[in-house]
């Protein structure tokens, strides 16, 4: 009886092993990472990008942002070291905020580093095309005529041109935990923080706001 190839039968194995290896590295390069940037439009400026779950976010990247003034020529710039992060969508992530008052009539430069290089650039004009409203908080839910009614607060103090800006737009999707359906959504009342949700039961109820 003739013997396996590759000169025994545990070479082939250490080759698939070396394979296997070889494929599951780093399935998401630096040269396909497209950050999206963001800002709470008050006090937060940042990014966020996918990753691998093994990659380590701030020992690989730096995130530096310049802020230039375009009438009186002033310049801030900030350097961010990125945390390990997933999204709803459980999502691996890398993900910078910087934590400073938002600069009206500036220009903002973000520069990704992935290990000491350049890889990815973007000059925002007007940060109020990336504006991320922060997440509501003081959540309510209770019976209402032909469902629930969910209301919410906005997060923004009164003196804040998004503290009940009748332009934020908000959705609601709702499901039993676990089925989260985003099929099922309500629509708030004239961009309020107020929705309307018919469900049959509200044990288990799983409500996500956007």
Same mark, same amino acid.
């Given at each position: 009886?003739?013997?396996?190839?590759?000169?025994?039968?545990?070479?082939?194995?250490?080759?698939?092993?070396?394979?296997?290896?070889? =494929?599951?590295?780093?399935?998401?390069?630096?040269?396909?990472?497209?950050?999206?940037?963001?800002?709470?439009?008050?006090s937060?400026?940042?990014? +966020?990008?996918e &990753?691998?779950?093994?990659?380590?976010?701030? /020992?690989?990247f730096?995130?530096? &942002? %310049?802020?230039?003034?375009?009438?009186?020529?002033?310049k801030? =710039?900030?350097?961010? =070291?990125?945390? !390990?992060?997933?999204?709803?969508? &459980?999502?691996?992530?890398?993900?910078?905020?910087?934590? +400073?008052? $938002?600069?009206?009539?500036?220009?903002?430069?973000? =520069?990704?580093? %992935?290990?000491? /290089?350049?890889?990815? /650039?973007?000059?925002?004009?007007?940060?109020?095309?990336? $504006?991320?409203?922060?997440?509501? $908080?003081?959540?309510?839910?209770k019976?209402?005529? #032909? #469902?629930?009614?969910?209301?919410?607060?906005?997060?923004?103090?009164?003196?804040?041109?998004?503290?009940?800006?009748?332009?934020?737009?908000?959705?609601?999707?709702? #499901?039993?935990?676990?089925?989260? !359906?985003?099929?099922?959504?309500?629509?708030?009342?004239?961009?309020a923080?107020?929705?309307?949700?018919?469900?049959?039961?509200? %044990?288990?109820?799983?409500?996500?706001?956007?």
């Open positions: 009886m003739g013997r396996a190839g590759f000169g025994g039968p545990q070479r082939p194995c250490l080759l698939l092993s070396v394979f296997l290896a070889c =494929s599951l590295w780093h399935t998401v390069s630096s040269k396909d990472i497209q950050p999206r940037c963001f800002t709470d439009y008050d937060e400026v940042g990014c +966020s990008w &990753v691998d779950a093994s990659t380590d976010c701030p /020992k690989k730096l995130l530096r &942002v %310049a802020a230039n003034n375009r009438f009186s020529g002033q801030k =710039s900030w350097d961010c =070291s990125p945390e !390990n992060k997933r999204g709803l969508d &459980v999502t691996p992530k890398c993900t910078c905020t910087i934590r +400073s008052e $938002v600069l009206d009539n500036f220009k903002y430069r973000f =520069s990704l580093e %992935a290990n000491g /290089k350049e890889i990815w /650039k973007k000059a925002i004009k007007d940060l109020r095309k990336i $504006v991320k409203p922060r997440q509501p $908080v003081n959540l309510k839910l019976m209402g005529d #032909g #469902g629930y009614i969910l209301t919410w607060e906005d997060g923004y103090n009164e003196e804040s041109i998004l503290h009940k800006n009748s332009e934020t737009d908000y959705e609601v999707a709702f #499901g039993q935990e676990g089925m989260l !359906n985003k099929d099922k959504v309500g629509t708030p009342s004239q961009h923080p107020l929705c309307t949700i018919t469900w049959n039961s509200a %044990a288990n109820l799983l409500l996500l706001i956007s």
